[in-house]
């Protein structure tokens, strides 16, 4: 009798059991298919029915240890116990075997960068300012919530089910019209780690490295056709991809401009490092290696290219990635991008919280953007229906204080910006000294530089009626406060003077990079007049080589005297090699040729660029 009864048990328990294992298979067929919140993986998890049947085991078994104590038998009591125990954790185990990979993934590096500490950022990285999430690296994210998920996929998902040829990446996704992927020779490398800080760089095999010269070569040719030869050769090369997506842009073809960048982040991502992270803002990469730049370069023009696409959010994160690679140099200048792209995207809180967490060490509060962003930060925040009056008043007088201490600290971006929004200042602010003609005149050269650039990129977010009312009251009470010879006006001039005499090269870089025709003409003499090339703008002066060109030996000798030089040298076509022996880099003339942007670049730098470079 007690034989049978620990028999029926047994098998009620493995029947249990089975029946849970098959649950959870059947979740795991169907996950790909689970579409409505309730059956999300993150939500469901598959946990629900395990923990029923877990209990129905701990019924079963306490319902025969009281039925063994009875006969006396402990001994099989604790063996059935351990059995069934064991049983319900290999359930356990396999159930949590099936979650979802990525997801699981995501969640650890999430919880890194909870923890680990950037001494770079300056503190810890928070997550709400420049955490990076992999599902905003894609715009199809983004798209969704504007036009839902049927309209953004359609009948893309039954053919991304069956593709099974690519590798699986975060930035983007592999076209089916792509070359045959093959390694081109790019690997990376860990250099250092250090206070949980990960160094790493790009490295060319010496595959790679001979493609780069015969890259350099194409360059030189000042025929886009050659670059496309070797692409048809080796279709992942960086520099030949974002050389030639310039060229497609200049011509007007974005679609294929845009393919050509996916296609160079691609190439990439397949040659990560297992410890390279683009989410926990502990990866570090090298500005100073000239195999690193490609990498910055390829993920700016792709941020522009989805801010052109209506897709600010996801350049945002993009923007966030590009300062988390080497926050502390900033090589691309991306503070002078990111409240921009903030403001677009409506992260107000990201904003504000950015410029108090970095405001003690980085001095924001000196530049432009953040001056004028902030302020209009806090106005926004204000006009937010669902907010209390009394945090509306607050966030509406930080607003308004914000602004003043702007337009006293920058009083040149006033009229430029009322002059692109194409609104007519009043009278008595045109002609009063402050904000009038001197004010533009006597900007230091790296301030003008600094305020065009805002100007340039910005003055559509003030062009809304209501900015423009708040605008032209803090305008009235500046001035107030100017005739009154406030001490802040004073305080503030000598800072000016003092300040902004001269740009670092990364915020030259940054102007040539972003296309704005306002800011472009202000640049110095000492960039506009030196050959720029798009695959690498304004090089850093201090660049850690790892190879180098080999000499190209010069055939023949030239046999004329000096004054055949000379004579010849008064032709505009003049080259001192000869015909078709130009020297390792172009001239200007040339680039202009090969591209009529010389800085072209991720967002922009074309046509207008050259045109302000042969006016200076």
């Not at 997506?245 to 007007?252: A, K, L, M, T």
Request: hydrophobic share 35%.
């Amino acid at each position: 009798m007690e034989v049978t009864k620990v028999y029926v048990v047994f098998a009620h328990s493995f029947s249990i059991f089975a029946s849970s294992l098959f649950n959870i298979i059947c979740d795991a067929e169907n996950e790909a298919e689970r579409v409505s919140p309730d059956e999300d993986p993150e939500s469901n998890k598959g946990g629900a029915p395990r923990k029923n049947d877990n209990k129905d085991v701990e019924n079963q078994d306490q319902k025969y240890e009281e039925e063994s104590t009875k006969s006396g038998d402990r001994l099989k009591k604790k063996k059935k116990k351990k059995k069934t125990k064991m049983t319900s954790e290999d359930g356990q185990v396999n159930g949590t075997a099936t979650e979802n990979i990525d997801l699981l993934l995501e969640n650890l590096e999430q919880s890194d960068s909870m923890s680990l500490q950037s001494e770079d950022c300056g503190g810890s990285i928070r997550r709400s300012v420049l955490h990076v999430e992999h599902r905003n690296l894609n715009p199809e994210t983004e798209l969704k919530r504007y036009f839902g998920a049927r309209a953004v996929l359609g009948d893309q998902r039954p053919r991304q089910r069956n593709r099974h040829f690519h590798r699986s990446t975060w930035m983007t996704s592999p076209k089916d019209s792509w070359p045959r992927f093959s390694r081109p020779g790019i690997s990376m490398t860990l250099l250092d780690s250090k206070n949980g800080i990960h160094c790493f760089t790009f490295e060319h095999n010496r595959d790679y490295q001979q493609v780069q010269f015969k890259f350099l070569e194409a360059v030189e040719s000042m025929d886009p056709n050659n670059i496309v030869a070797l692409l048809q050769l080796n279709p992942y090369h960086i520099d030949s991809l974002l050389q030639l997506s310039d060229v497609c842009r200049i011509q007007e073809d974005q679609e294929m401009a845009r393919d050509l960048i996916e296609r160079a982040l691609y190439s990439f991502e397949c040659a990560f490092h297992p410890l390279f992270s683009l989410t926990s803002g502990t990866s570090r990469l090298d500005y100073l290696r000239p195999e690193n730049r490609a990498f910055y370069l390829a993920l700016y023009k792709h941020m522009m290219f989805l801010e052109k696409r209506g897709c600010p959010r996801t350049a945002l994160e993009y923007c966030k990635l590009i300062l988390c690679l080497d926050p502390d140099a900033d090589p691309l200048c991306m503070l002078l991008l990111i409240d921009f792209l903030m403001l677009r995207s409506r992260e107000y809180k990201s904003l504000l919280q950015l410029y108090q967490d970095w405001e003690e060490h980085r001095n924001l509060s000196q530049l432009p953007n953040f001056a004028f962003s902030c302020a209009l930060c806090h106005f926004h925040l204000s006009q937010q229906e669902d907010l209390d009056p009394e945090e509306s008043d607050k966030q509406r007088r930080h607003a308004d204080q914000m602004l003043q201490s702007a337009l006293i600290m920058f009083p040149g971006v006033l009229m430029p910006l009322l002059d692109l929004c194409t609104v007519q200042p009043d009278s008595a602010v045109s002609s009063h000294s402050f904000f009038g003609p001197k004010s533009q005149i006597g900007q230091p050269p790296a301030l003008a530089e600094l305020t065009a650039l805002y100007v340039g990129r910005t003055y559509s977010l003030w062009k809304e009626a209501v900015v423009m009312l708040w605008l032209e009251e803090s305008v009235k009470e500046v001035l107030r406060r100017v005739d009154a010879k406030d001490a802040l006006v004073e305080d503030c001039q000598n800072k000016r003077k003092q300040r902004y005499q001269s740009a670092p090269r990364n915020i030259h870089r940054h102007v040539l990079l972003s296309e704005i025709k306002e800011a472009s003409s202000t640049l110095p003499l000492e960039v506009t007049t030196q050959p720029i090339m798009g695959f690498d703008p304004l090089p850093p002066l201090d660049s850690v080589i790892s190879y180098t060109r080999p000499e190209r030996q010069q055939v023949g000798a030239s046999n004329e005297s000096t004054l055949s030089l000379f004579f010849r040298s008064l032709l505009p076509n003049f080259n001192i090699h000869g015909p078709g022996r130009g020297g390792s880099r172009l001239s200007r003339d040339a680039q202009t040729s090969l591209s009529p942007d010389t800085s072209s670049s991720s967002s922009g730098g074309s046509p207008r660029r050259s045109q302000a470079s042969r006016e200076t």
